[in-house]
């Protein structure tokens, strides 16, 4: 029979029964925690996403607020109202989590391009949407046989069949530190930029970093992805495609030449990020030519009538 | 898995990344914690930089195995093989934890080796360990190298390249600051003031070398766009990828 | 009665004040250094620091009779993991753009030279409820150290704070005034953090000596 003043368990089993106890603990509160923040996370990781997007395409301000189209390439502050019709707004009011994902979900519908230009959904070609864009965002949806594309809905009230207002394109590149991830948003003829936007980006603060900064991206409104040539008129079968970023300021450098159209300043201290960007456009945009030049025709015989 | 699309090029460029443009200790400020409260001496300096290497390197690969086969997105799926359909579960959150854990094991029984196998270097080397546990440099390289994506070499290559350069920066701090110590300084900056100033100035000195970039396997050339269409009857879609593109993908598996 | 509670609060205010961790015992200068550009991050780190030091330094403290001496470290190393992991996830959820910025720092949080320096200094000899406001004043002090630094580095770097432009635009170079204002870049890269916290010390350790 043991003596009374012996212990249960001898040093080297307590310590074994001690961190097994710590240990399963531990797993069992980062389990319950992870699992109840799973959805939480994947949201927040959905919503930034698609608040990038809607930047791009001005619908949402880079500060925050809701944006409509106001006269000459102008926007103003927008407030959401019944089932995410966007109204003009005296205050600059900061939307819910919610609230964003509707507009998104009302305004911009996401489907595929192939290099033919043809477009699908996710349906017809068979694919899992939520899978396929999983899967794809670091490897680049432009190297896929079917490509991401989306549309833009323009902003209409219940009821009314929107017409659409654009289009954007997710871009990969490579920065100077890390890939960077954006999208550029283009009106319907196929050519002129309403917006850009630069969602991952891993550059540095105050120098790389300001691609994704609202006043750098501003200056992207009304350029042109296609390179005008010199004589005005643009060959869209052949004619270098993509934004440049060029070293010094658009102004001084090309002045109002028919290549000044397709270029933006670039950022003192940082031509690295900015070849970067400039790279990622070529690239990115390169595959959905075709298609590009197809919605181009399109928009030219629509405008004919 | 073993060395993606990196070639042999590309890992030169990862060490002279990991030793100079992001030195560990001098850009990205890990590890300066043990070092700075506790060092002045450049023998110290080099005990703790060997320690380091020998940890961080070991640790590196330990926990990239951890990630890749157990802590990572779809790392459970090896399960299959015993019939366990397990890779839509996500252990991600575990990832610190178990990080720390094998960083912290290691370097326990690395000390019991140590002082089984050496008395003498153990008496030179082990009294580091400990606080080499605990080290920023070593979780955050681990930390850093996971968020990468490295394939397996190039992951080893990175852990070994930064722990070099942390020792090469520590070794560096310690020799000034054998110097600071018979130094005329401003009293109010002796010692800490001032060895902070000077990593600041050293810190400059490293950001002369970004932007060198031979790190990243190379990006494609640009995809060439013929006049004729694409093969109007086309292969069933076993791969998904766009055949007119070239091979080599710009963000690799290891990007 | 008044008494303790008097001498228990000193745990809290030693640690902001005459104890200060990053200023005094130059512990937690990896994070100090690398969240400061901007102020809506460093004061996040520095309540997080908060959070975890406090949490972890009442729990090592509440199991310190329980726990066997020579797994002691890993035991703390576990219970601070966990709280780190807490707010990761939490960030994660609801704070998704601060994590993105924050990303590996976060876990860093574990290897914080100030958590385990108080775990391991402080919280395994005292009891629960000083441990936890001798946690909370170490990240305290932290997070103030952290503030001035992100402050300086965001105001001059970026002509910002918290995101909001405070140095006006018109002040800045342009196309019409290339004589005009330039941002301190180098206050947002590695360099300036340095300079600012050996320039801190001097100044806290004048404070002090004066005080």
């Known amino acids: 029979m043991p003596e009374s003043k012996r212990p249960l368990l001898s040093p080297n089993q307590y310590t074994l029964f001690f961190i097994i106890c710590l240990s399963f603990i531990c797993a069992l509160i980062l389990s319950l925690l992870a699992s109840a923040l799973k959805e939480p996370q994947q949201n927040a990781m959905e919503l930034d996403r698609n608040k990038q997007l809607l930047i791009a395409a001005k619908i949402l301000s880079p500060y925050g607020y809701f944006l409509v189209e106001d006269e000459g390439e102008t926007f103003k502050p927008a407030k959401f109202s019944d089932q995410g019709y966007l109204v003009p707004s005296e205050d600059k009011i900061i939307p819910s989590g919610t609230e964003i994902m509707q507009v998104f979900r009302r305004r911009v519908s996401p489907f595929l391009v192939n290099a033919k230009g043809e477009e699908t959904t996710f349906q017809k070609a068979g694919i899992n949407e939520q899978a396929y864009i999983a899967d794809y965002k670091k490897s680049g949806y432009y190297t896929q046989r079917e490509k991401l594309i989306y549309k833009i809905f323009g902003n209409v009230p219940e009821g009314k069949t929107p017409a659409v207002q654009g289009y954007a394109i997710p871009l990969n590149g490579m920065g100077l530190w890390d890939a960077i991830y954006g999208y550029i948003a283009f009106k319907p003829d196929g050519n002129t930029v309403i917006g850009t936007s630069w969602y991952d980006q891993k550059e540095t603060p105050g120098l790389g970093a300001n691609i994704a900064e609202p006043l750098w991206q501003s200056q992207f409104l009304g350029k042109q992805l296609f390179q005008e040539s010199a004589d005005g008129k643009t060959d869209f079968k052949s004619a270098p495609l993509g934004i440049v970023v060029i070293k010094g300021r658009v102004s001084e450098v090309l002045g109002n030449s028919p290549k000044s159209h397709n270029s933006v300043d670039g950022m003192a201290g940082a031509t690295l990020t900015g070849n970067g960007v400039t790279n990622a456009f070529r690239d990115c945009l390169a595959p959905y030519r075709p298609f590009l030049i197809k919605i181009h025709r399109s928009y030219k015989t629509g405008e004919g009538k | 898995m073993w060395m993606g699309d990196f070639n042999h090029f590309n890992l030169l460029g990862l060490v002279l990344q990991s030793v100079f443009i992001e030195n560990f200790l001098l850009v990205n400020f890990l590890g300066m914690c043990t070092y700075l409260a506790c060092s002045t001496k450049l023998k110290t300096a080099n005990g703790l930089g060997i320690a380091v290497v020998f940890v961080l390197t070991v640790s590196g690969v330990l926990n990239w195995l951890l990630h890749r086969f157990v802590t990572g997105p779809g790392a459970l799926s090896w399960l299959s093989f015993i019939g366990v359909d397990a890779e839509r579960i996500d252990l991600g959150f575990l990832e610190f934890l178990l990080f720390i854990s094998v960083i912290a094991g290691f370097t326990q029984i690395l000390e019991i080796i140590i002082e089984w196998a050496s008395p003498a270097l153990y008496m030179s080397l082990g009294l580091y360990l400990p606080l080499i546990a605990v080290n920023c440099a070593i979780l955050g390289a681990c930390l850093f190298a996971v968020t990468r994506d490295y394939p397996f070499i190039p992951n080893l290559i990175y852990v070994l390249g930064s722990a070099l350069g942390w020792w090469l920066a520590i070794a560096l701090i310690a020799a000034i600051r054998e110097k600071l110590a018979i130094s005329n300084i401003v009293p109010g900056l002796r010692g800490m003031g001032i060895t902070f100033i000077m990593s600041g100035l050293m810190s400059m000195a490293f950001m002369g070398f970004t932007g060198i970039k031979l790190a990243n396997p190379a990006p494609p050339q640009v995809a060439t766009w013929g006049e004729e269409p694409a093969a109007e009857n086309e292969e069933p879609i076993l791969d998904s990828r766009d055949p007119s593109l070239p091979t080599i993908s710009f963000l690799s598996l290891s990007h | ?211």
């Open chain 3, 1 to 211: 009665m008044s008494s303790s509670k008097q001498s228990v609060l000193v745990f809290f205010t030693s640690q902001v004040w005459t104890n200060n961790q990053v200023l005094i015992a130059i512990l937690g200068i990896c994070s100090a250094l690398a969240v400061t550009n901007r102020l809506s991050v460093a004061i996040t780190m520095g309540i997080s620091v908060s959070f975890v030091t406090a949490f972890s330094s009442f729990f090592v403290s509440l199991l310190r009779k329980y726990t066997p001496d020579n797994v002691r470290m890993i035991t703390q190393l576990a219970i601070i993991s966990v709280f780190v992991i807490v707010i990761d996830q939490f960030l994660r959820a609801f704070f998704f753009d601060i994590s993105k910025v924050l990303s590996v720092f976060v876990g860093l949080i574990i290897t914080n030279c100030i958590v385990m320096g108080r775990t391991e200094g402080m919280a395994k000899n005292v009891a629960p409820i000083p441990a936890f406001l001798d946690g909370l004043g170490a990240g305290t002090g932290y997070a103030i150290v952290l503030i001035i630094i992100g402050f300086f580095r965001e105001l001059f770097g970026f002509g910002q704070l918290f995101g909001y432009q405070v140095i006006p635009l018109e002040w800045y170079a342009s196309a019409e005034n290339p004589e005009g204002y330039e941002n301190f870049v180098l206050m947002v890269s590695p360099p300036a953090a340095f300079f600012l916290i050996g320039g801190l010390i001097y100044v806290f350790r004048k404070l002090q000596k004066t005080a």
